[in-house]
């Protein structure tokens, strides 16, 4: 890969609980390159939201980052004062939240909302130019009426209709990165192919980078290039999504796939076996090993590192020791 417009290395996020230490986000490396569409799959719990409150900044109490590095654009954001990182947030990188009703203010009109978002980033911009600007991207995110919804609250607007809202107000500073965590959460398929199709033509005419959260492998296969699977904190395999969903490598990422309803099969619906971990008593070993269907005694007794399964394809399994040539999943 070239020069990345976003890495993270070797992150860690803990979260120190009176029960314990609950590590989240442990030792996850990512790299996103300018105007790259890059997925992050896994279950609920799996530290996929963790990971992108690491980056914005927006870890509360007891949760810190205490390891690794965030590099954006050449800048180290762990070695920001709060001040210089808000000044990023929002502007070069934004982020789309999963609920929009519960993101955005019941008592503040929508329009003023995103206004606001807009004027902090643009000390020289007047109100109405602001306004303009916002009425401007409602209509280019497909809300209907512009002007007269930009004085509407969120209770007037339809689930479709405030996440276009929240799309406006994340890419009205014209973001390098935008993080989508589960855009299309509760909405329909109709409205999540709109949503979709919507963030893929704003990505494509302002060449920006999307990291996009979510458990839904169409998702992925519609929207990204490359993917990474995460479980229990960790990164369980990435790739290209042609090269994961062709040839996939892990036993996780295998349960994931095979979990997708196949409307065409007869075959009852497959269930990966058990639950993710608790992150206060994770397993020894390999933190999948327990739901694993190809899990060996070493797999109960050591973790594994990061193996190379085929050129610029990863997998955090002993089936892919070298020289150990056991056979894939």
């Given at each position: 890969?070239?020069?990345?417009?976003?890495?993270?290395?070797?992150?860690?996020?803990?979260?120190?609980?009176?029960?314990?230490?609950?590590?989240?986000?442990?030792?996850?490396?990512?790299?996103?390159?300018?105007?790259?569409?890059?997925?992050?799959?896994?279950?609920?719990?799996?530290?996929?939201?963790?990971?992108?409150?690491?980056?914005?900044?927006?870890?509360?109490?007891?949760?810190?980052?205490?390891?690794?590095?965030?590099?954006?654009?050449?800048?180290?954001?762990?070695?920001?004062?709060?001040?210089?990182?808000?000044?990023?947030?929002?502007?070069?990188?934004?982020?789309?939240?999963?609920?929009?009703?519960?993101?955005?203010?019941?008592?503040?009109?929508?329009?003023?909302?995103?206004?606001?978002?807009?004027?902090?980033?643009?000390?020289?911009?007047?109100?109405?130019?602001?306004?303009?600007?916002?009425?401007?991207?409602?209509?280019?995110?497909?809300?209907?009426?512009?002007?007269?919804?930009?004085?509407?609250?969120?209770?007037?607007?339809?689930?479709?209709?405030?996440?276009?809202?929240?799309?406006?107000?994340?890419?009205?500073?014209d973001p390098g990165l935008l993080i989508a965590?589960?855009?299309?959460?509760?909405?329909?398929?109709?409205?999540?192919?709109?949503?979709?199709?919507?963030?893929?033509?704003?990505?494509?005419?302002?060449?920006?980078?999307?990291?996009?959260?979510?458990?839904?492998?169409?998702?992925?296969?519609?929207?990204?290039?490359?993917?990474?699977?995460?479980?229990?904190?960790?990164?369980?395999?990435?790739?290209?999504?042609?090269?994961?969903?062709?040839?996939?490598?892990?036993?996780?990422?295998?349960?994931?796939?095979?979990?997708?309803?196949?409307?065409?099969?007869?075959?009852?619906?497959?269930?990966?076996?058990?639950?993710?971990?608790?992150?206060?008593?994770?397993?020894?070993?390999?933190?999948?090993?327990?739901?694993?269907?190809?899990?060996?005694?070493?797999?109960?007794?050591?973790?594994?590192?990061?193996?190379?399964?085929?050129?610029?394809?990863?997998?955090?399994?002993?089936?892919?020791?070298?020289?150990?040539?056991?056979?894939?999943?």
């Open positions: 890969m070239g020069d990345a417009l976003l890495q993270i290395e070797d992150l860690h996020t803990t979260f120190y609980t009176r029960d314990g230490l609950v590590r989240a986000v442990d030792g996850v490396s990512i790299e996103i390159e300018a105007g790259e569409s890059v997925g992050i799959v896994g279950e609920s719990g799996c530290g996929k939201s963790m990971t992108a409150m690491s980056l914005m900044g927006l870890l509360k109490k007891p949760g810190k980052v205490d390891g690794g590095s965030i590099v954006f654009d050449g800048q180290e954001l762990l070695a920001m004062t709060a001040k210089d990182r808000r000044k990023l947030m929002g502007n070069r990188i934004s982020m789309i939240f999963q609920e929009p009703m519960t993101s955005l203010n019941p008592v503040i009109t929508v329009g003023r909302q995103v206004r606001e978002a807009l004027l902090l980033h643009n000390k020289g911009m007047s109100r109405s130019q602001a306004k303009e600007r916002v009425i401007q991207m409602f209509q280019l995110v497909g809300i209907p009426d512009a002007p007269k919804r930009y004085g509407e609250y969120p209770h007037q607007l339809s689930g479709g209709l405030r996440q276009r809202v929240m799309i406006a107000m994340a890419m009205v500073c965590d589960e855009p299309t959460t509760a909405l329909d398929v109709t409205i999540e192919a709109q949503i979709l199709r919507l963030m893929k033509d704003l990505q494509e005419d302002k060449g920006t980078a999307v990291m996009m959260i979510t458990h839904n492998l169409g998702v992925v296969a519609q929207f990204c290039t490359r993917l990474y699977v995460m479980y229990a904190g960790k990164v369980m395999e990435s790739g290209t999504v042609r090269e994961i969903f062709k040839h996939v490598c892990h036993p996780y990422t295998d349960g994931l796939m095979r979990s997708v309803p196949d409307m065409k099969s007869k075959e009852r619906l497959y269930n990966i076996r058990g639950m993710v971990p608790s992150m206060l008593h994770l397993p020894k070993g390999c933190r999948f090993c327990p739901r694993c269907q190809y899990s060996m005694a070493r797999c109960f007794e050591e973790e594994p590192q990061i193996y190379e399964a085929s050129p610029g394809h990863f997998a955090r399994c002993f089936l892919f020791d070298q020289g150990k040539g056991e056979k894939r999943p």
